[in-house]
């Protein structure tokens, strides 16, 4: 092999190994932007996915909250119509008793009256 053959295809060898080297390294540089931005996807997933599991969680103890402040209420309820039923039933025994007491008394101070 001649001299000049011989650096034409040391050239052509130099030439292809920077070519793959330079190919090699493009497609290195690709797969790490691409893992970065895979990456980057999945963090903000994770995060969407924790704030959305944050906000049901709240929204659960916001539901309980409710739910035992609604049997709060209903129990105080359920008091209060056992108070006024309890008044009503007062009110008949003592409203005659007292209505009798105050005619009594009324027709007791018309006759001191009457006699004055």
């Given at each position: 092999m001649s001299e000049d053959a011989a650096l034409e295809l040391g050239a052509e060898i130099v030439a292809n190994s920077v070519t793959f080297i330079i190919g090699?390294?493009?497609?290195?540089?690709?797969?790490s932007i691409a893992s970065a931005t895979e990456k980057k996807k999945e963090k903000k997933e994770t995060a969407e996915a924790e704030r959305i599991e944050t906000t049901m969680l709240d929204?659960?103890?916001q539901?309980?909250?409710v739910g035992m402040r609604v049997?709060?209420?209903d129990a105080q309820l359920r008091e209060m119509n056992r108070t006024i039923v309890a008044m009503k039933e007062y009110g008949k025994i003592t409203v005659p008793q007292t209505v009798a007491k105050?005619?009594?008394?009324?027709?007791?101070?018309?006759k001191l009256e009457s006699k004055s």
């Open positions: 090699l390294m493009a497609i290195i540089m690709q797969q929204m659960r103890r539901i309980l909250d049997e709060q209420l105050t005619e009594g008394k009324n027709k007791l101070s018309s």
